[in-house]
């Protein structure tokens, strides 16, 4: 029985994986702006949480048929009867293949309601209208063969689907109020005061991340509207065109913030702050790009024909990172600014 569930435990880890990269810089932000810190605790609550919300919709509708050849299936509209279904089966426990349907389903929707109230701080009653809400949902999107995409459903629309899955987020809403009754009594965690190399190498990351999203998301609307309004080809698009809006419109957007607000789009999610000498600020902030982020987007583009080189800045500029004092790096190194924590006031986890 549950070989049937192998494509969408892999639909489940891959689009889980790819969900939580695309959410990693705001949940980051939301971190340092909360707690004023990044735990790996964090990281892997934000891939199981993507992972978890993939699965509730991949294990109901994964796989899909293939064409229209395959048999549409009734609703099962008797609320209950999975206990004559269980009565009926000859086998007993995990045989019992009524049985494992039933308790396979509340355990899908327990983390449901473990999540909402260790990382909502809702109750049982939200978790009892969130699971009959989803499950609900994803009873009907199999019902009407997923909102007309098919003629008709594939999959069985069940009361008692609806009934156990809801269940199964109460459930988990009880189960977690021992571990969240032993999170509210842990004392505050200190404010964080100094840069560590940690936030800095996040930092980091989140610039570099926000840089490939925004200007891979712009080339790709781009291409949508090249080849299938303007009817272009695909070889006929001008490279220029990405070269500007894969590179170039980063590039401004980050050197708008630096220059005007002094720090990168990175480094304000961190909650990382530059400061300078009253002399010469926009100067040295035209310096920090430069060295920094700038140079990151220039050395990577199709303008400088040198992949070398691009490593090298990537490599000098982590080993700065780690060497400098207060991790403030190579761009604040050769601008001459310091860095710092911005004042953030922590509020629970």
Same mark, same amino acid.
């Given at each position: 029985?549950? @070989?049937?569930?192998? *494509?969408?435990?892999?639909?489940?880890?891959?689009?889980?994986?790819?969900? $939580?990269?695309?959410?990693?810089?705001?949940?980051? !932000?939301?971190?340092?702006?909360?707690?004023?810190?990044?735990?790996?605790?964090? +990281?892997?609550?934000?891939?199981?949480?993507?992972?978890?919300?993939?699965?509730?919709?991949?294990?109901?509708?994964?796989?899909?048929?293939?064409?229209?050849?395959?048999?549409? &299936? !009734?609703?099962?509209?008797?609320?209950?009867?999975?206990?004559?279904?269980?009565?009926? %089966?000859?086998?007993?426990?995990?045989?019992? =293949? !009524?049985?494992?349907?039933?308790?396979?389903?509340?355990? +899908?929707?327990?983390?449901? /309601?473990?999540?909402?109230?260790?990382?909502? @701080?809702?109750?049982?009653?939200?978790?009892?209208?969130?699971?009959?809400?989803?499950?609900?949902?994803?009873?009907?999107?199999?019902?009407?063969?997923?909102?007309?995409?098919?003629h008709c459903a594939h999959r069985?629309? %069940?009361?008692?689907?609806?009934?156990?899955?809801?269940?199964?987020?109460?459930?988990?809403?009880?189960?977690?109020?021992?571990? $969240?009754?032993?999170?509210?009594?842990?004392? *505050?965690?200190?404010?964080?005061? =100094?840069?560590?190399?940690?936030?800095?190498?996040? /930092?980091?990351? !989140?610039?570099?991340?926000?840089?490939?999203?925004?200007?891979?998301?712009?080339?790709?609307?781009?291409?949508?509207?090249?080849?299938? &309004? +303007?009817?272009? =080809? #695909?070889?006929?698009?001008?490279?220029?065109?990405?070269?500007? #809006?894969?590179?170039?419109?980063?590039?401004?957007?980050?050197?708008?913030?630096?220059?005007?607000?002094?720090?990168?789009?990175?480094?304000?999610?961190?909650?990382?702050?530059p400061t300078s000498p009253g002399?010469?600020?926009?100067?040295? @902030?035209?310096?920090?790009? &430069?060295?920094?982020?700038? /140079?990151?987007?220039?050395?990577?583009?199709?303008?400088?024909?040198?992949?070398?080189?691009?490593?090298?800045? +990537?490599?000098?500029?982590?080993? $700065?990172?780690? $060497?400098? %004092? %207060?991790?403030?790096?190579?761009?604040?190194?050769?601008?001459?600014?310091?860095?710092?924590?911005?004042?953030?006031?922590?509020?629970?986890?």
């Amino acid at each position: 029985m549950l @070989r049937q569930f192998g *494509p969408s435990t892999w639909v489940a880890l891959v689009v889980g994986a790819a969900l $939580a990269v695309v959410l990693f810089v705001p949940v980051v !932000a939301y971190r340092y702006r909360k707690a004023g810190r990044l735990r790996p605790i964090d +990281l892997v609550t934000l891939v199981l949480v993507a992972t978890y919300f993939v699965a509730l919709w991949s294990y109901t509708l994964v796989p899909l048929p293939e064409d229209d050849t395959f048999r549409c &299936v !009734a609703a099962q509209l008797r609320p209950l009867q999975f206990i004559a279904d269980i009565r009926a %089966d000859p086998h007993r426990f995990l045989r019992n =293949r !009524a049985l494992l349907q039933v308790l396979l389903n509340v355990v +899908l929707f327990l983390p449901l /309601g473990f999540f909402l109230r260790i990382l909502a @701080r809702r109750g049982a009653v939200v978790a009892t209208l969130v699971g009959f809400a989803v499950s609900a949902t994803i009873e009907f999107t199999q019902r009407t063969g997923i909102w007309g995409l098919y003629h008709c459903a594939h999959r069985v629309f %069940d009361v008692d689907d609806i009934i156990v899955n809801t269940s199964g987020a109460l459930l988990g809403s009880l189960l977690a109020l021992p571990v $969240a009754a032993l999170l509210d009594r842990r004392r *505050p965690l200190p404010a964080v005061t =100094r840069v560590t190399l940690g936030r800095r190498l996040v /930092g980091m990351l !989140a610039d570099g991340m926000l840089i490939v999203g925004l200007g891979g998301s712009l080339i790709v609307g781009w291409r949508a509207f090249a080849l299938y &309004v +303007l009817q272009w =080809r #695909l070889a006929d698009l001008p490279t220029s065109v990405e070269t500007v #809006l894969g590179y170039g419109v980063p590039a401004l957007l980050e050197a708008w913030w630096v220059l005007v607000r002094g720090r990168t789009l990175g480094e304000g999610v961190v909650q990382l702050q530059p400061t300078s000498p009253g002399t010469h600020v926009p100067l040295r @902030r035209l310096a920090k790009y &430069v060295t920094g982020v700038g /140079g990151f987007v220039l050395l990577a583009s199709d303008l400088v024909p040198v992949p070398l080189l691009f490593w090298v800045f +990537l490599l000098a500029s982590l080993v $700065a990172a780690v $060497a400098t %004092d %207060d991790h403030r790096g190579l761009s604040h190194l050769a601008a001459g600014m310091r860095l710092r924590v911005e004042v953030v006031e922590p509020a629970g986890l």
